[in-house]
Nanobody, 122 residues
């Protein structure tokens, strides 16, 4: 059974930084595509960033480009989301998810963490 666990959320002032971590078990970590998603109150969950198994390829939703960086350390079975220049609109529950198969030409995120709250407020 694959387990995904996020950590690192919290309260931060606008312009501040946070680093989220994501640990996944069950298979060699490099076998997973890793993604970060978020859900703000009253809104649907949205994609934030994704990184491939080796860490050599990543992409981001437009609203976080240049501010967030996704990375991974396969030796530690852990991925990260470094969030800089945070804005109040980044406030959300952030979820890590991993994918190991493709369905309909898209990576299928089968395993999700419980989420970690990020609040950006003065």
């Amino acid at each position: 059974q694959v387990q995904v666990v996020e950590s690192g959320g919290g309260l931060v002032q606008p312009g501040g930084s946070l680093r989220l971590s994501c640990a996944a078990s069950g298979r060699p970590f490099s076998a997973y595509i890793m993604g970060w998603f978020r859900q703000a109150p009253g809104k649907e969950r949205e994609f934030v960033a994704q990184i491939n198994g080796s860490g050599g390829s990543s992409y981001y939703t437009d609203s976080v480009k240049g501010r967030f960086t996704i990375s991974r350390d396969n030796a530690k079975n852990t991925g990260y989301l470094q969030m800089n220049s945070l804005k109040p609109e980044d406030t959300a529950v952030y979820y890590c998810a991993v994918a190991s198969r493709v369905v309909g030409g898209r990576w299928q995120y089968d395993y999700w963490g419980q989420g970690t709250q990020v609040t950006v407020s003065s």
